[in-house]
């Protein structure tokens, strides 16, 4: 499922920029509720449907997100998004907002001696707040608040032939994107 999904979200992201108005990447903060701060990095790309009303696709990476005071797990995230923004531009400064549904992956990146960790991928939803400041025709910077809501996700743990599973995972938070987006 995980191969299939990917080769859709590419053969999806190549046709998209073919005809996109823009592409933007950023550094990315997020404060799931069951775990540490996670910092990581992404890439969007926004396609204008009519004036003001933009199809966006967004996907980043989270490497190593820790359960809080558990220094021996880390597990990776990759969020694959899709959803619509509403621009307002106002001369050079231009408010948005929007949301949409994320696909989150999880890979267990370290786990403790002779345990296998494994954690259910899961659907999702967000919010994105935003201002983008215009450095010209072709470029602009971006910085956004993002909510995700993410919750009852599934980790089970496989250790000497038990195996312990627990749904109440919590990872909706806060978080924040600080980037720049070229447009054509």
Known sequence: MRYILTA???LMFATAVASANGIGFYGSFWKPEDLDNVFGGGAKL?????????LE???AYFPKA?????????????????????KLPIDMVTPYVGGGVGYYMFNTAKEPSGTTIEVENKFGLY?????EIALGDAASLFGEAKYT???????????GGMSVSDDDGKLSGFGANVGILLKW
Request: charged share 30%; glycine share 12%; aromatic share 4%.
């Open 8 to 10: 859709l979200v590419v």
């Open 46 to 54: 926004q396609v204008e449907v009519v004036p003001g009303i933009f």
């Open 57 to 59: 696709a967004r996907g």
């Open 66 to 86: 820790k359960e809080e005071d558990v220094d021996d797990i880390e597990i990776d995230i990759i969020p694959v998004e899709a959803g619509g923004i509403l």
């Open 127 to 131: 919010g994105v707040a935003g201002l």
């Open 149 to 159: 809501y993410l919750d009852k996700v599934e980790a089970t743990a496989k250790s």
